[in-house]
């Protein structure tokens, strides 16, 4: 009788209200006069309940719900290609962070050409070498054998 | 008036300033045309970039980023039936069919002109209103800013779309997820479990771009919108509208005007709401509904006009009052901040040249913008045409970048893609992500304004609905939670009695 998603997203809120309460009890409430860092925490915990067991009846309004099939592919290549560039960015300096991501998120797409992929890659190197090393002069150091 | 728009040319008119308006309006444009990344995660990358910059040029690339990707987003909305902005999903409803009409040219630019004059209907409000607004503001003090605020985040979630419960609970997880960091009063500790790098709380930047950016290209690769149909290209000549269309689309455009004026105005609502409502207020107004979807240009100009307003009305609140209107505005508050600048009433006061010299350069942009969109139709059309596939890789890469430079932090990089793939959880189960983000902006200045309210009335929570000015916010703000949540009820009731009726009539 319950829409699955309705009782996905009450539970969510409900993890969310428990958390939150939990961390507004476990500092100092403080008084009405003086409110202390626990007391917002613990409204909020509280608000975050009663919203879950709203959630359990709510009907769709203009934003329904969108039942994209999730595929392992483009998740797997995302998330490496992120890993990817917060390591290879310390290590190794912005040409080869930028390479390295563009070329693993090109997984997520099956089919992508490699002459495509590795033009883009130098591309799109090049020109944010351009934009925000040499044009905005932020901290990145290009190439860095660590 | 002239003397303030005087302060305004001076200041807008620099050659940084100019050039800060040019990249921002042509940046922005191309965004809007993008469909997946749209101004809100592109104002956030754009962020780290502009702390080089004083803060009147960088609010003035930022804002052109703004108001430029509305007119950006039509294109794609008129062309490829593909949304390049939320605000734009309604001019796809009969710009897309007037494409496949052979009219994309006229579309397009009707487009931009209803822009053109949306927006400076929009600056016109802004610059009357916005000192209006601000030396009233001055009355406020903390009870009467918390109420205001609870107004807002209630009114966006309950009018702006989606199920107003589902709403409200992403409005309470941003405000939770503002409290995550070291209690500015306290030095406690609060939500950071003993990972020492959430100590300073989650930028607002990582969060915009994770559950906006990521997020969008995620779905839209899972979507399969990497391997979409190539526009075909458009000549100069058919763009011209014949008179008819002219005469057609006058008072449609005026009508937008006016509703996304108020809307933008409005906190906690703003151009996406105006563009819904300029629509469903043509329809209701022609002597011929039937022909909407199918091509009618009214029901493209409305939206368009409409939105474009909305989006430069949308500065009255935030500017004025410290209040952002929608997600967006809610990123240029933290962009003020972050440069030192406190929004409210006080702004127009001391900093006149800030204030002005962005009114003006939001002229300025527009006029670049008509300029720059019409000859440069065809230009984006042949951008449009580069799948998807290899668009999203170089977004992600803009977007890894970004977030980096902030604090040069690998974890923060994280944080992103942990984001991108919340926000992925989130749109299966249909939380709209804009409310979180106002909750993020809001909550630390709510709590702030509660706690200081409290110590003021020595500890007596009535404060709230004695003080007259905030008795009449926090009333507004029951009265819009009983309003929506009843007329869910109400034709909750009336369905199920229907169907009852049918049953019972059915039965033998």
Redesign the interface.
């Known amino acids: 009788m319950l829409k699955r998603t309705n009782i996905v997203a009450s539970s969510v809120m409900v993890m969310v209200g428990i958390a939150a309460v939990n961390e507004g009890m476990s500092l100092d409430i403080g008084s009405m006069r003086r409110i202390g860092p626990g007391f917002t925490p613990l409204l909020l915990g509280g608000s975050a309940l009663v919203l879950a067991v709203a959630l359990l009846f709510s009907r769709d309004g203009d934003i329904q719900p969108e039942p994209v099939k999730a595929a392992i592919r483009p998740f797997l290549s995302i998330g490496a290609a992120f890993a990817a560039f917060a390591f290879a960015i310390a290590h190794f300096g912005l040409v080869p962070a930028v390479i390295a991501t563009i070329v693993i998120s090109s997984f997520a797409s099956p089919g992508s050409r490699w002459s495509n992929v590795t033009l883009l890659a130098l591309g799109v190197a090049g020109v944010t070498a351009v934009i925000f090393r040499f044009g905005l002069h932020l901290p990145l150091p290009l190439f860095q054998w660590v | 008036m002239l003397e303030n728009l005087l302060i305004g040319f001076e200041a807008a008119l620099t050659l940084t300033g100019l050039l800060c308006c040019f990249f921002g309006v042509t940046l922005g444009t191309f965004i809007g045309v993008l469909p997946g990344v749209g101004p809100l995660a592109t104002i956030a990358i754009l962020l ?2 502009t702390f ?1 910059l004083d803060p009147g040029n960088a609010l003035i690339m930022l804002a052109g980023v703004y108001y430029g990707a509305q007119y950006g987003g039509s294109t794609a909305s008129i062309l490829l039936n593909l949304p390049g902005t939320a605000t734009s999903a309604v001019t796809a409803l009969d710009g897309y069919p007037m494409a496949q009409q052979g009219r994309a040219g006229v579309a397009l630019f009707m487009t931009t002109i209803a822009s053109f004059l949306g927006s400076v209907f929009g600056i016109v409000v802004v610059g009357f209103f916005a000192p209006l607004l601000a030396s009233a503001a001055l009355e406020f003090s903390a009870a009467e800013y918390f109420s205001l605020m609870l107004f807002g985040l209630v009114a966006a979630a309950t009018v702006g ?9 992403m409005v ?2 941003g ?2 997820l503002g ?1 995550v960091g070291i ?1 500015v ?2 030095a ?1 500790f ?2 950071t479990y003993g990972v020492m790098e959430l100590a300073d709380g989650i930028n607002l930047v990582i969060i915009a771009t994770g559950v906006f950016g ?1 997020t969008e ?3 839209g ?3 399969g919108m ?2 979409q149909a190539v526009p075909h290209s458009i000549s100069l000549r058919s763009m011209l509208p014949a008179h008819d269309d002219w005469k057609k689309s006058w008072f449609p455009m005026s009508r937008g005007m006016g509703i996304g004026a108020f809307f933008g105005a409005l906190p906690g609502t703003g151009s996406t709401i105006a563009s819904f409502m300029a629509y469903a207020v043509e329809i209701k107004m022609s002597k011929r509904p039937e022909r909407f979807g199918k091509g009618a240009i009214e029901g493209l100009v409305a939206p368009e006009s409409a939105n474009n307003s909305a989006a430069q009305a949308a500065f009255v609140p935030t500017l004025t009052l410290g209040i952002p209107g929608d997600a967006v505005m809610a990123v240029m508050l933290g962009a003020l901040m972050i440069h030192g600048i406190i929004p409210g009433p006080l702004l127009i006061q001391e900093q006149p040249q800030l204030f002005w010299g962005l009114i003006v350069s939001f002229f300025i942009g527009n006029l670049m913008l008509l300029v720059l969109n019409l000859p440069l139709i065809g230009i984006w059309v042949r951008i449009l045409s580069v799948s998807p ?2 668009l ?3 977004i ?3 977007i ?2 970004g977030v ?2 902030i604090r ?1 932090s ?2 923060d ?2 944080m ?2 942990a984001f ?2 919340i926000g ?1 959880g989130m ?6 992500p804009a409310p979180l983000l106002l909750g993020l902006v809001l909550g630390p200045m709510m ?1 702030e304004n ?2 200081r309210a ?2 003021i009335a ?4 009535t404060v709230f609905v004695t003080r007259p000015l905030s008795a009449v916010f926090i009333g507004l703000t029951a009265l819009i939670l009983i309003l929506t949540l009843s007329r ?1 009820r109400l034709s ?1 009731k009336s369905r199920t009695a229907k169907a009852m009726k049918e049953q019972s009539d059915a039965a033998p």
């Open positions: 780290p970039a080089g779309g989606g199920t107003p419960v589902k709403s409200l609970s309470v997880v405000l939770i409290l209690d009063n306290t406690e609060r939500f990521v290209i995620v779905t690769i899972m979507k990497d391997r596939r290899y999203f890789p170089a992600l890469v803009f890894c970048i980096f430079s040069s690998p974890f990089v994280m992103v893609l991108g793939l992925f749109r299966r189960v249909g939380f709209p709590e509660l706690r409290l110590l020595r500890g007596d929570p869910g909750r």
